[in-house]
């Protein structure tokens, strides 16, 4: 008996429409080529809406060469060169500069994307706060899309075998080789083309106010590559999106209502991967199923854990409560969940990005969205699916489709799955019977303690699943006692800086001038300079502060009157790099409870920001310090930042902040010297170019971080 | 002798169009099952005015006037024939996603 129609139109998907070729490209290495095979023979469009790109990734890596460019800038550029009619439109999120260093530099700028003016390439920040435009979608013509997981960026690329340490992974030679990369995106011929072709416009229009014209099909051109074939020919497509309310656009969440409707219905079994698995309605009703007396069997294939430390500690701990739950629902023994093992990958994982779900041999859905809230209601997200409703050769392709996919994580043929599942009747069992010590899958272990999971809060503050409004970010992310408004810090500023100098002029016209005055003060200073070893002496204090927590501030301000302006600024900045690497030592060896104990309410907020591990990061938390100097170096120790990024990062974000300090103090002791209205007149005048300069960046980065703190759940 | 609260009947056209007056007596309501990919076409039809890539959630109802609209659009032509048959009928008619025609005898008249 047939299963009756889950895909429904104006209900769990957008449309619905007829795709007269499909495959499932499963691994970057499968995507990438075929992107490249159907981009040459574009005629008059290409679209690429993305979350992420980069122009410099290669899209092929071991076949022979057909005289044209294999990076993609420079593919696309040769694309629009050689046909006078082509436009390419690219459609990048607009990332935040915080996450600068792990995507290609300022794309806007960058030649590759600016170059040929029918080369279009447009940064989208037309989102909720917080959220991120998530959908990767690439239509050639209306002719041909692309659906999925993957974005032309790197750290995509990977090959079904997933093979540790592959150095064809590597996109950027200077980059170490990333981790195994496994995803999966849907390719599809036909007039479904031209609705995401619609989709893909639509978002151009909202990001540009620019409208598009939608090139003439042709019924008869081919766009399909010769090599590739193709999983599954005359089949209705449905297209499911997420998009947030946002300015006066109504909400969408198709896709959560799709698989809200797909796991209600599915009889045996429910297959799925995926990056995530944090949302609350799907795992009430994954638990909701797994009660039921004769229930489907539930197999999830997860990353061992997700990547990044920011994910890791959040995304991973709401993963694991949601994992506790359908444990506890799984009284028959019907839910397993693994994740792909793969010999010698040593202390790496496989990137397990994929987004799909399997119901029986019905319905096959891959996109980009993930199993977390936010891809139900605040990111935009584009999914594809596919159902049988009782035609043979389309359940045929959903199970083989499947098949394919556990035959590359148990490292055995499909048609040996497919053949072993006919035997046992279990895809529990038929997994179970395959899984060895050389490529399998592996149960997933819960290790988030209890202490770890205190530390989280509730999904609805880092995986909300609609937009907030600007009070609910402050609640969700600010700490009450750091809720004051950034002017009462900027007064905060000028009062200790009017505070120094009212200080100076009491020491110029008090009794303590007498006592102790510059001259005698300055006399010891030009002794302990000349003192051999004296730069070494003040090195090892600034390295002896640190470990006590001394303000840096006065450590600099002593250094300078010392030294001068240039030495002492020099000593300063050595010496400040000195005592971070030290204590960043100190926070690598210490565990991480004992860092927290040190670091205390400052702890959290500290942790968001260094988790976007990069020199950028880091640059930021100087110049705009969350704590003390100490607590600082001790966190991005703690938290594993990588040791050059620290280094560097910290030398550029020390420079402005050491600087001004530097010139203030010098100014300030010129002024005691020599009191008279120019003196004053410069001090003024560095000090409101030093309180303009904190405002400025201030409000640039809380305006940055406001914006896209959270946005990076991918 | 008492009805039947619903009869569900899938698009075969003028086979489907014909059988609904004699049907429409022996249920409370007629619900015609239109394939999904009509929902578009509806969702065009009845709200002309939405913006693009909305969700495409069709609610639309009235008397048998809404049939002769649902007749415009192509492939469902033959809802003319079924207008036209039903024109002195007392009827109420709803549009719903994903492709569903809900015909029922009109509440008001029902009573009277």
Known sequence: MSQSAILKPGVNCWRIEQADQAAFLVDGAEFFRAFRETVKQAQRSVLIIAWDIDSRIDLVRKNKSDGLPVSLGAFLNCMVQRNSKLHIHVLDWDFTMIFAPAREWMPLYKQKWNSHRRLHFFLDDQHPAGACHHQKIVVVDDQVAFVGGLDLTTGRWDTTEHLPDDPRRRDLQTEPVPQPYHDIQMMVCGPVAALLGEIARERWFRATGQKLVAPERQASASYWPGYLAPDVENVQVAIARTIPRYKGNAEVREMERLLLDAIAAARNTIYIEAQYLTADKIGAALAKRLEEQDGPEIIVVLPEYTDGWLSQNTMDVLRERLIRRLKAADHQGRFRLYYPGIPKLEGKCVNVHSKIIIIDDHLARVGSANLNNRSMGLDTECDLAIEASGQAHIGKAIAAFRDRLLGEHLGVEPDEIAMRLAQKGSLIRTIESFRGSARTLLPLPLCVTDDMDALVPDADVIDPDRPMDAEQLIDAYVPEEEREPARYRIYLIAFILASILTLAILWQWSLLREWANVETLMGFATEFKQTRGAPLFALGIFLIGGLIAFPLTILVMACVLVFGPWQGFLYSLVGALLSAISTYALGHLLSRNAVRRYAGKKMRELNKRLAYRGIMTVIIVRIIPLASFSVVNMVAGASQIRFRDFVIGSAIGLLPGMAGISLFTDRLAATIQKPDLPAFAVLATVVAVIIVSAWTFWRWEDRQRNTRLRARAD | ?112
């Open chain 2, 1 to 112: 002798m008492k009805k039947e609260p619903s009869i569900q009947l899938t698009w075969r056209g003028h086979e489907t169009i014909e059988s609904i007056p004699r049907l429409l007596s022996d249920a409370r309501q007629v619900e015609i099952i239109l394939p999904a990919n009509y929902n578009h076409s509806l969702f065009c039809t009845f709200h002309p005015d939405e913006p693009p890539a909305q969700l495409e959630k069709i609610n639309a109802s009235g008397d048998a006037e809404l049939l002769t609209v649902i007749s415009t659009v192509k492939g469902l032509e033959g809802f003319a024939a079924l207008a036209r048959a039903l024109a002195t009928t007392h009827i109420e008619v709803q549009v719903i996603s994903p492709g569903r025609v809900i015909i029922k005898p009109s509440a008001r008249h029902a009573k009277a």
